[in-house]
């Protein structure tokens, strides 16, 4: 049988006490329990051996002790003290026995807070981008909620953002004012003077290349086309990929580039890698804001000139990466798209394919593309073949108001512009990039900003792989196809930390309680429970004065009262006892003139041993009986 869990459960701490003082006291009342019990338990030994002078011991200090048990050497009442003496302080340190076993000695407690209320604690500039890289290729040691939310918040708050507690995420549509054959290209509409989010039709379709488009309903649109134009292809090749396209109004638009300075996907969009980025951008204008996540998926083949890729690879890379189908059962649209870039590929043409769908709050769009060679921009010679696969999609998850319209970052006269923003913070603007205009038509768009960013690198593939096993690798591809939600929302909880409302989420802040383990509150309780059973053992016998203080038995003896002498307990009024020197005589008494003790100090006298084996004295002096005088 396998106890493990069973121990493991028993010692670790579960049982939240909220402060260290209640656990502290309650440490501390079961040591002195355990030392209550040690007095009661050795007072007890002390009554049944008769040795009223080792139970007096008990009272003293350790050198009293000390000379006591040298003094008498291993009597029956020494070794009482002895034990007391060892016993007694041990279990004063039972509390130390019972911190040593925290494990850890506290439990984590968790609590949704309005994002709002931490947000004074997010860092000043927080990172935008966030990096998956997997070069081990071990996705096992990936740890993408730690690689999200980190290097967001000061060090010291312990918080989790919480995948599904974003509130009020909903986004404000119009219907499309543009069929798809009369657009350019799918777009989510956001009001009626054509300000719009859509696919850079430009990337699956550059120009210089031309494909017919078919509309095939309402949402729907396709296009195929194959020739033969290496430098058109080649341009394609090397496009910019996965950038949002931004229509401000039917007329002026731009696009959500990637910053070159600090944003790595403006290398991996484009080529031949095989890469991943989702990213969350708000598009503003006017006093409305409304938040988009996109995500991309880029997967690449090739080979090394003078050698194509071998076509039972293209069926297996479609296969994989655009069906449901089996190895053992490939269906007839995965062969026939597949022998469209095999024919191509034996005409020595480029292929290419692919599809748009709009729908109200989402956009999407994928290809596959095949390009014979890639050469040498500087001497057109050719490099390699590849294949190409790419998947885009662009949904709008909130709408907002604000209460102030977004203004220039800086004056840009004479031209339309946008302010540039990345992890919430206006970084400047497109300025620069803007036509010169002198009508009255150049204005002040609005605001892009790219409120955070993850990328993922060798963990789907190697792209410059011939081979679809390597170029897509099939254990990376199920860690993203199971983990690509979370991120998304995920993702999400953090672009809208630094670039959106926080109020509209709930964070999960972490906060550590006190805590005992069931061990150490069976620990506690022990002692408890021992001092209990030793108070009901002493009280079976009437102990008299071994079970009283030394100033009780003192007050009882001068005051002595046979009906009370086996119950002398404790004083609860002391008696204010006097120590005089009269002549020759030490006189111990009270205010009120009765005498506990006369003592002539010159006077010497043997006094008979007590019955415990005490050894015999002959240094003591005579005393007077008690007396009342």
């Given at each position: 049988?396998?106890?493990?869990?069973?121990?493991?459960?028993?010692?670790?701490?579960?049982?939240?006490?909220?402060?260290?003082?209640?656990?502290?006291?309650?440490?501390?009342?079961?040591?002195?329990?355990?030392?209550?019990?040690?007095?009661?338990?050795?007072?007890?030994?002390?009554?049944?051996?008769?040795?009223?002078?080792?139970?007096?011991?008990?009272?003293?200090?350790?050198i009293?002790?000390?000379?006591?048990?040298?003094?008498?050497?291993?009597?029956r009442?020494?070794l009482?003290?002895?034990?007391?003496?060892?016993?007694?302080?041990?279990?004063?340190?039972?509390?130390?026995?019972?911190?040593s076993?925290?494990?850890?000695?506290?439990?984590?407690?968790?609590?949704?807070?309005?994002?709002?209320?931490?947000?004074?604690?997010?860092?000043?500039?927080?990172?935008?981008?966030?990096?998956?890289?997997n070069?081990?290729?071990?996705?096992?040691?990936?740890?993408?909620?730690?690689?999200?939310?980190?290097?967001?918040?000061?060090?010291?708050?312990?918080?989790?953002?919480?995948?599904t507690?974003i509130?009020g995420?909903?986004?404000?549509v119009?219907?499309?004012?543009?069929?798809?054959?009369?657009?350019?290209?799918?777009c989510?509409?956001?009001?009626?003077?054509?300000?719009?989010?859509?696919?850079?039709?430009?990337?699956?379709?550059?120009?210089?290349?031309?494909?017919?488009?078919?509309?095939?309903?309402?949402?729907?649109?396709a296009?195929?086309?194959?020739?033969?134009?290496?430098?058109?292809?080649?341009?394609?090749?090397?496009?910019?990929?996965?950038?949002?396209?931004?229509?401000?109004?039917?007329?002026?638009?731009?696009?959500?580039?990637?910053?070159?300075?600090?944003?790595?996907?403006t290398?991996?969009g484009?080529?031949?890698?095989?890469?991943?980025?989702?990213?969350?951008?708000?598009?503003?204008k006017?006093?409305?804001?409304?938040?988009?996540?996109?995500?991309?998926?880029?997967?690449?083949?090739?080979?090394?000139?003078p050698?194509?890729?071998?076509?039972?690879?293209?069926?297996?890379?479609?296969?994989?990466?655009?069906?449901?189908?089996?190895?053992?059962?490939?269906?007839?649209?995965?062969?026939?798209?597949?022998?469209?870039?095999?024919?191509?590929?034996?005409?020595?043409?480029?292929?290419?394919?692919?599809?748009?769908y709009?729908?109200?709050?989402?956009?999407?769009?994928?290809?596959?593309?095949?390009?014979?060679?890639?050469?040498?921009?500087?001497?057109?010679?050719?490099?390699?073949?590849?294949?190409?696969?790419?998947?885009?999609?662009?949904?709008l998850?909130?709408?907002?108001?604000?209460?102030?319209?977004?203004?220039?970052?800086?004056?840009?006269?004479?031209?339309?512009?946008?302010?540039?923003?990345?992890?919430?913070?206006?970084?400047?603007?497109?300025?620069?990039?803007?036509?010169?205009?002198?009508?009255?038509?150049?204005?002040?768009?609005?605001?892009?900003?790219t409120?955070?960013?993850?990328?993922?690198?060798?963990?789907?593939?190697?792209?410059?792989?011939?081979?679809?096993?390597?170029?897509?690798?099939?254990?990376?591809?199920?860690?993203?196809?199971?983990?690509s939600?979370?991120?998304?929302q995920?993702?999400?909880?953090?672009?809208?930390?630094?670039?959106?409302?926080?109020?509209?989420?709930?964070?999960?802040?972490?906060?550590?309680?006190v805590?005992?383990?069931?061990?150490?509150?069976?620990?506690?309780?022990?002692?408890?429970?021992?001092?209990?059973?030793?108070?009901?053992?002493?009280?079976?016998?009437?102990?008299?004065?071994?079970?009283?203080?030394?100033?009780?038995?003192?007050?009882?003896?001068?005051?002595p009262?046979?009906?009370?002498r086996?119950?002398?307990?404790?004083?609860?009024?002391?008696?204010?006892i006097?120590?005089?020197?009269?002549?020759?005589?030490?006189?111990?008494?009270?205010?009120?003139?009765?005498?506990?003790?006369?003592?002539?100090?010159?006077?010497?006298?043997?006094?008979?041993?007590?019955?415990?084996?005490?050894?015999?004295?002959?240094?003591?002096?005579?005393t007077?009986?008690?007396?009342?005088?």
């Open positions: 049988m396998h106890f493990g869990g069973v121990a493991s459960s028993f010692t670790v701490s579960v049982l939240s006490v909220q402060h260290n003082v209640v656990k502290n006291v309650i440490f501390r009342v079961s040591a002195l329990c355990l030392q209550l019990a040690v007095y009661n338990l050795f007072s007890y030994g002390a009554f049944k051996s008769k040795a009223y002078t080792s139970f007096l011991m008990f009272a003293e200090d350790h009293q002790r000390f000379f006591f048990v040298s003094s008498r050497g291993w009597s009442s020494s009482i003290v002895l034990g007391f003496a060892i016993l007694s302080p041990l279990a004063g340190l039972y509390d130390t026995l019972l911190w076993l925290d494990s850890p000695g506290y439990v984590i407690r968790s609590s949704q807070v309005n994002g709002s209320t931490v947000e004074d604690q997010l860092l000043t500039t927080p990172p935008y981008i966030i990096l998956i890289a070069s081990a290729g071990n996705v096992s040691s990936i740890n993408a909620n730690a690689t999200i939310t980190g290097n967001l918040f000061k060090p010291g708050l312990n918080f989790t953002l919480p995948a507690n509130l995420m909903v986004g404000d119009v219907p499309a004012r543009q069929s798809l054959a009369d657009a350019e290209g799918p989510i509409w956001l009001d009626d003077e054509g300000f719009s989010v859509g696919i850079d039709s430009s990337s699956p379709l550059p120009t210089g290349i031309y494909c017919g488009i078919v509309t095939v309903d309402d949402d729907n649109q296009w195929s086309c194959s020739d033969a134009l290496d430098g058109e292809w080649d341009r394609a090749f090397s496009a910019s990929l996965g950038r949002p396209l931004i229509w401000w109004d039917r007329t002026q638009w731009e696009y959500l580039r990637p910053s070159r300075h600090d944003n790595p996907w290398m991996l484009t080529g031949g890698d095989t890469a991943a980025m989702k990213q969350i951008f708000t598009v503003t006017g006093t409305r804001r409304h938040t988009f996540i996109e995500s991309f998926l880029k997967i690449s083949m090739a080979s090394t000139y050698h194509p890729i071998d076509s039972a690879e293209i069926l297996e890379m479609v296969r994989r990466s655009l069906s449901n189908d089996t190895a053992d059962n490939i269906q007839s649209a995965t062969r026939k798209l597949a022998n469209l870039v095999i024919a191509a590929q034996a005409n020595h043409s480029n292929y290419m394919a692919g599809a748009f709009r729908g109200d709050s989402v956009v999407s769009s994928t290809s596959i593309e095949y390009f014979t060679n890639v050469t040498n921009e500087y001497d057109k010679s050719p490099i390699y073949s590849a294949f190409r696969v790419t998947a885009s999609n662009i949904t998850i909130r709408s907002e108001t604000l209460p102030n319209p977004v203004t220039p970052f800086t004056p840009c006269p004479g031209k339309s512009f946008s302010n540039v923003a990345t992890g919430g913070q206006v970084r400047g603007t497109t300025c620069y990039l803007a036509n010169g205009t002198q009508d009255s038509g150049a204005r002040f768009l609005g605001q892009l900003d409120s955070a960013v993850l990328i993922l690198t060798e963990v789907l593939g190697d792209g410059s792989a011939a081979t679809s096993a390597t170029a897509l690798n099939e254990t990376g591809s199920r860690w993203y196809q199971s983990h939600n979370h991120m998304e995920m993702l999400t909880s953090r672009g809208l930390m630094v670039g959106g409302d926080p109020g509209s989420m709930l964070v999960d802040v972490q906060h550590t309680e805590a005992l383990s069931y061990l150490q509150t069976l620990l506690s309780s022990i002692p408890v429970l021992i001092v209990i059973i030793s108070s009901l053992l002493i009280r079976r016998d009437k102990r008299g004065y071994f079970q009283s203080s030394f100033l009780a038995a003192i007050h009882a003896a001068v005051y009262d046979e009906s009370r086996d119950k002398v307990g404790y004083l609860h009024a002391s008696p204010e006097r120590l005089e020197v009269v002549g020759e005589h030490v006189m111990l008494g009270m205010r009120n003139g009765s005498v506990i003790a006369n003592v002539a100090r010159r006077v010497p006298f043997s006094s008979p041993a007590e019955n415990d084996d005490i050894p015999h004295q002959t240094n003591a002096y005579h007077i009986p008690m007396q009342d005088l």
